[in-house]
């Protein structure tokens, strides 16, 4: 059983690299430019300082969405469940922001 496994990965390994190479083939071939090659197609430099991203701020909004992710997971699944559970969990998740304030 395994060799026949084998076989059909070598196969489709093979189908693969001839239909990669017939590809490369017949596609057409561009011409490379100097303005083609900027980071952008229009052709301009834009200087690295416009495109620095504040990391510190993005992982805030990011533990933002995952806390009130989470809680709405959790609300969903506790519909069956008394209502001081829900509350609990959303006192303690309000908390968790509260604390995170300041951080932003």
Do not use: H
Request: proline residues 6%; glycine residues 6%.
């Amino acid at each position: 059983m395994w060799r026949s496994i084998l076989l059909v990965f070598i196969a489709s390994l093979v189908v693969a690299l001839i239909l990669f190479w017939i590809g490369g083939r017949i596609a057409p071939k561009g011409v490379k430019t100097a303005g083609k090659l900027a980071p952008y197609a229009c052709g301009e430099d834009v200087p690295a300082a416009k495109l620095q991203v504040n990391v510190e701020r993005y992982f805030i909004y990011a533990v933002y969405f995952l806390v009130f992710d989470a809680l709405a997971f959790l609300l969903a699944l506790s519909f069956s469940t008394p209502g001081f559970y829900p509350i609990l969990f959303s006192i303690i998740v309000l908390l968790a922001v509260a604390v995170l304030r300041p951080l932003r």
